[in-house]
């Protein structure tokens, strides 16, 4: 099975790591020239996390090669990395765009949960076709359901926010501090969504990646086998993902007020999965 969707917009590139934090800046700062230092770094963060895999090592350069050409040209036609980069414009100049930062942004965080949500119906037909351990359902799932929690927090937070950038849009002074107090609260969000992020790319890129043979299997459908994995490395992964889930889960509940977010949206993919759960146990 392959681990992306198969659809009109061609999400290859959905699995890819891509820096999506939306940091507040009263000056403009977004450029050309920083657009294309922003694709450079997602590069090489894909490359660091392909070197923290066990792979064969000519399957590995082989790879090297592939994330080269192709990151950058599947973020130049991704629609949501797009997204992303016009509303850290909005961000820039949020007091010439402040209406249109918000809307944007709840637009984004709609799209990202859409995206999350066919990851984890995917993940979920992958390893009803595998062999693989029950750990391996069980973490990715819950960290795409962490992810879908702090986009909620997110946009609670920000919406409380709101009012008080817009009525202090002409002070300066008051609408940087207002700014910075956002940043402080949601970089700690953004770090460390990132570190849940990685860990779950490296777990599913080790299944996905040693399952495959020639570059052309990377991220197509294709039958998933523990013989090609090691146990051992299974485990960590998982371990590892495991301890940022529950850091994420820390985090959000910090922020969440029950009585605005109790994720209706998650409700449905804990019944699945606990439906496949038990499938996968007959």
């Known amino acids: ?44 963060d894909n490359l660091d996390l392909l070197n923290e895999i066990p792979l064969n090592e000519d399957f590995r350069a082989e790879l090297v090669d592939f994330f080269k050409k192709d990151v950058i040209e599947n973020l130049d036609n991704d629609p949501l990395y797009e997204k992303a980069i016009e509303i850290k414009q909005h961000a820039n100049n949020m007091s010439r765009k402040l209406s249109n930062y918000f809307k944007e942004v709840g637009k984004f965080h709609m799209e990202l949960k859409n995206n999350m949500h066919a990851q984890l119906l995917h993940v979920s037909k992958l390893f009803l076709n595998s062999d693989l351990p029950i750990s391996f359902l069980n973490s990715v799932s819950d960290s ?45 969000f953004n770090k460390k969504q990132d570190a849940l992020e990685k860990h779950r790319l490296k777990l599913i890129w080790y299944v996905d990646f040693n399952n495959s043979t020639t570059i052309e299997e990377i991220f197509k459908d294709k039958k998933i086998r523990m013989e090609k994995l090691e146990t051992s490395i299974i485990n960590e992964f998982v371990h590892q993902l495991e301890h940022q889930i529950n850091e994420m889960e820390q985090i959000n509940l910090s922020l969440m007020d029950y009585s605005e977010i109790i994720s209706e949206f998650n409700e449905p993919n804990k019944t699945m999965l606990k439906l496949i759960q038990t499938i996968s146990t007959q």
């Not at 061609?10 to 922003?38: P, T, V």
């Open 1 to 44: 099975m392959s681990l992306l969707i198969k659809d009109e917009t061609n999400q290859i590139q959905s699995m890819f790591r891509r820096d999506l934090s939306l940091g507040l800046n009263y000056e403009l700062s977004e450029s050309f020239n920083q657009y294309k230092q922003g694709q450079a770094k997602i590069l090489k």
């Open 144 to 188: 795409l359901v962490a992810g879908m929690d702090y986009i909620d927090v997110y946009n609670s937070e920000i919406y409380k926010e709101r009012w008080g950038l817009i009525a202090n849009l002409r002070n300066k002074i008051k609408f940087e501090r207002l700014c910075k107090k956002h940043n402080l609260w949601s970089a700690k």
